[in-house]
């Protein structure tokens, strides 16, 4: 079968579009027959070993797996013994290792099943920046009334992040760039920021929530622009100078005041969570934005406009 693999880090030069042996499941395991996978920054942290502290868990001096990709949409080819959540045919998605490839194995605890008028692309496109989202702002305890502003919300994660705020019945704020001001205006923010125009922690206005993929401002930023006992959940960052920083400060803040900053932390792949990302999708509660598609030998092409980072929405690897 055709896969992506990596023996060495650098840019997307690296990737290799080469022929490896078809999976077999385990008997705890599923084997999908890929359809359609998806980009995130992610692969070029990855791929890049950037920060450096990548090598510490993905290996120091080459890469401990090869294989690449986590967001995956497809059909079952085969089961293992011990599965009974899913049979082959089944139409399903979720976040594994590897899914730049035709098949990949994965456990079935990572996976949910697709909703039948949901396209692969689609499908394919959420879990990632949908399980980022969906757990960000349920640790910022958003709650139905109050003001949350999302920035970044033109990108994979804002994009999902800004339609779930409205399903908890948030007013919205989205900050973004002013090429994206009408895309994020479209998918349901009620306000939009242009950060090129106007810096949303000196405009005077304040926050329940905000939740910031970007992670592009100090601490004292983000308490300027929140309310008495407001929450600021960041899920991105620049540098790992800049993260290190703003967990010590948001922790200080914390210690001696009512307002909450802090790291998110790595989104944990939990199957009822996909669930619900299911369930809202099928629900159109959120309609992925999918701004390129790419197919299987291109992934590199595709990993290198994600890294320019003017990515709206998704870019999506179709395989099948």
């Known amino acids: 079968m055709k896969a992506i693999i990596i023996t060495e880090y650098g840019s997307p030069d690296v990737l290799q579009y080469v022929d490896i042996d078809k999976p077999i499941p385990t008997d705890d395991q599923v084997v999908i027959k890929v ?5 995130n920054p992610l692969d070029w942290h990855m791929m890049r070993a950037d920060p450096f502290l990548v090598r510490l868990d993905g290996g120091f001096m080459r890469p ?20 009974t959540d899913f049979k082959v045919g089944d139409a399903v998605f979720g976040e594994v290792s590897g899914a730049y490839a035709e098949y990949v194995a994965v456990s079935p605890d990572h996976l949910t099943h697709k909703p039948e008028d949901v396209s692969f692309e689609c499908a394919a496109a959420i879990p990632v920046v949908g399980l980022t989202a969906l757990q960000g702002l349920r640790k910022g305890d958003i709650q139905s009334g109050q003001k949350v502003l999302i920035n970044g919300a033109s990108g994979g994660i804002g994009t999902v ?26 998918i349901g923010a009620d306000h939009v920021i242009d950060y090129t125009k106007e810096d949303f922690t000196k405009m005077g206005q304040t926050y329940d929530l905000i939740y910031d993929t970007v992670g592009n401002r100090t601490a004292a930023d983000y308490a300027r622009a929140l309310k008495p006992e407001g929450k600021c959940v960041v899920a991105g960052f620049t540098t790992l100078s800049h993260m290190l920083g703003l967990s010590i400060s948001g922790a200080i803040r914390g210690q001696f005041g009512s ?13 009822e969570d996909l669930q619900t990302l299911g369930e809202m999708l099928d629900k159109k509660d959120i309609v992925p934005v999918i701004d390129r598609r790419y197919p299987l030998s291109e992934t590199a092409d595709a990993i290198r406009y994600l890294e320019t980072k003017r990515a709206r929405g998704k870019v999506i690897i179709n395989i099948a």
Do not use: F, P, W
């Open 259 to 271: 307002k909450q900053i802090g790291m998110m932390g790595t989104a944990q792949v939990v199957q």
């Open 161 to 186: 992040a800004v339609q779930m705020a409205k399903t908890y019945g948030a007013e919205v704020t989205g900050v973004c760039s002013g090429r994206n001001v009408e895309l994020v205006r479209s």
């Open 64 to 83: 401990k797996n090869s294989r690449m990709g986590a967001d995956v949409a497809g059909i079952v080819e085969a089961v293992g013994k011990n599965v």
């Open 35 to 39: 359809i359609t996978a998806a980009a």
